[in-house]
């Protein structure tokens, strides 16, 4: 029995030495219209390293061919306005395809995706607009300014809604995974400021 108490502890150890993730001066910076992506994905990285290490899952790896083939599909999904895993653009409609057009070599791939507003709306709440033209918007609330999305506010917020899906949160988790990067493209029609089309791509 001792053994077996023992044993049960040791599994449990990972996620109670889980280091929250850091972030360095740049990814606090607010993101342009051309973003850094090796900015966002080091900063999606480390939110996603931390969410596995709390269950018991080792680190992932930054790797340029799944940036490629993220930034590929975040591509093609501003370009068509369309936000879903498969699009119309030719010789790269699915995750597949994208991976043997950029190169990338898997035994076992996996894609999340997210759209989300340029400015920190939150999720499912309201906001006033100050003046539009401006991007100026503040909190009902508090009257506050909500401000434009820091590469380390979007990869936080964006790993956070992928864990609260089950599909996402279980890419994130996947034993299988080794490899990992993510690419966000602007879309800057979009209503309130614009938006980001963002991809992660995950491969063993």
Known sequence: KNIVFTFAFCLATPALSCNA???GAAQTQIIPTKPDQKLFSAAVLAATNFE???SGKRALRDHATTRKTALLHSRNMAKTKTFNHVTRAGGAQTL???ARKT???WRWIGENIALLPRYQFGHKTTFQVIDRAA???KTPQTGQQIPAHTYES???TTVARWMQSDGHRKNIQHRRAGRMST???FDASAPNCGRFYIT???AD
């Open 21 to 23: 993730p850091k972030f």
């Open 52 to 54: 596995r290490c709390k």
């Open 96 to 98: 597949k395809d994208r």
């Open 103 to 105: 190169r990338l070599r």
């Open 135 to 137: 991007c100026q918007f």
């Open 154 to 156: 979007l990869a936080r």
């Open 183 to 185: 690419a966000l493209i």
């Open 200 to 202: 992660q791509v995950f």
